[in-house]
């Protein structure tokens, strides 16, 4: 049974800080991998799609990685602003979600 | 373009009285899922439709819960009878492929069950 964890579950950083998010997977047999985005009593937006074959993706200030070996994706905000605050989440194949972690960037 | 179209956005329910969710996925979307979230937790896939035939409903708890998509665009989720256990945000989302294409999700509707 696949399953999805988050590290940290929280972060609150300065504002103009890089920072790295982090999710893993039990199950290295993926499709894909998405990360969203969810504002507080909003439902989610996708930031960034990466299939299995690909290595990473990138949009504007947001890079992700994906390691199928290792069963990890890394998220990655370049020069946070406060208007990242938001909880991030990762799912695999749209089927199984992370628990999230909650990012606070702080002006 | 249009999003998920998703209502109502708030319900409020006495336990044991019956609810339904409607969901509006975008134009041309073949596959559309419902999510169960509960707070502080990642949303938890309910059901999967691949046009209108069911691809996943194995976490549909389905003595309660029931879910159509007529004609494979709209679709309704659909509880009888509440519990307080089923107070959370239920999401929709579509995607024009199957799993390995990219989800997008409308606003959800926040249940309180009391």
């Known amino acids: 049974k696949q399953e999805v964890t988050q590290i940290p579950a929280a972060l609150s950083v300065p504002e103009g800080e890089n920072l790295v998010l982090n999710c893993s997977f039990t199950?290295?047999?993926?499709?894909?991998l998405q990360w969203f985005r969810q504002d507080p009593g909003k439902g989610l937006t996708s930031l960034l799609l990466i299939q299995s074959s690909q290595r990473e993706q990138t949009s504007g200030r947001l890079n992700a990685s994906l390691d199928k070996s290792s069963g990890r994706s890394t998220l990655y905000i370049a020069a946070s602003q406060p208007g990242d605050s938001a909880t991030y989440l990762c799912?695999?194949?749209?089927?199984?979600f992370g628990p999230g972690t909650r990012l606070s960037v702080l002006p | 373009e249009a999003g998920v179209a998703q209502s109502p956005r708030y319900k409020i329910i006495e336990k044991r009285q019956s609810v339904a969710f409607w969901c509006n996925p975008i134009?041309?979307?073949?596959?559309l899922y419902w999510y169960q979230q509960t707070l502080g937790q990642g949303p938890k896939l309910l059901i999967q439709f691949q046009n209108n035939g069911v691809v996943d409903d194995s976490q549909l708890p389905k003595d309660r819960f029931s879910a159509e998509r007529l004609k494979g665009v709209d679709s309704t989720l659909k509880i009888q009878p509440a519990k307080l256990e089923d107070s959370a945000v239920y999401l929709c989302?579509?995607?024009?492929?199957?799993?390995?294409?990219?989800?997008?999700f409308g606003q959800g509707t926040r249940l309180t069950v009391v």
């Open positions: 799912a695999v194949q749209n089927f199984v």
């Open positions: 199950d290295s047999a993926i499709y894909n």
């Open positions: 989302a579509s995607s024009f492929g199957g799993p390995n294409t990219e989800a997008f």
């Open positions: 134009s041309g979307h073949a596959t």
